[in-house]
């Protein structure tokens, strides 16, 4: 079981930045990918970015040119860097990690963006 432990988020006005962070319970290379999800109020959840174990990243068009995944291997986290946001971009940011192709699941954090 991995568990991964999230932060960042918050509320923040149209065009600003924020960062999320995902530190897993295992080794980042253990894991065959990481990255986000979001879900909205009333609509589906969605991916966001996802970043493999080669470094491959994958991005939604809605945030490509914004959002950037990346992640640090000595502190052995990943990061969502959130530029130029946008009240679209409001939803609950989840955190997740793909063991032997097996999702595991962070807890949400809230991003909020104001008109």
């Known amino acids: 079981q991995v568990q991964l432990v999230e932060s960042g988020g918050g509320l923040v006005q149209a065009g600003g930045s924020l960062r999320l962070s995902c530190a897993p319970s295992?080794?980042?290379?253990?894991?065959?990918?990481m990255g986000w999800y979001r879900q909205a109020p009333g609509k589906q959840r969605e991916m966001v970015a996802q970043i493999t174990t080669g470094g491959s990243t994958n991005y939604a068009d809605s945030v490509k040119g914004r959002f950037t995944i990346s992640r640090d291997n000595a502190k052995n986290t990943v990061y969502l860097q959130m530029n130029s946001l946008k009240p679209e971009d409001t939803a609950v940011y989840y955190c997740?990690?793909?063991?032997?192709?097996?999702?595991?699941w962070g807890q949400g954090t809230q991003v909020t963006v104001s008109s």
């Open positions: 295992e080794n980042i290379f253990s894991l065959n990918a």
């Open positions: 997740y990690a793909l063991k032997k192709w097996e999702p595991y």
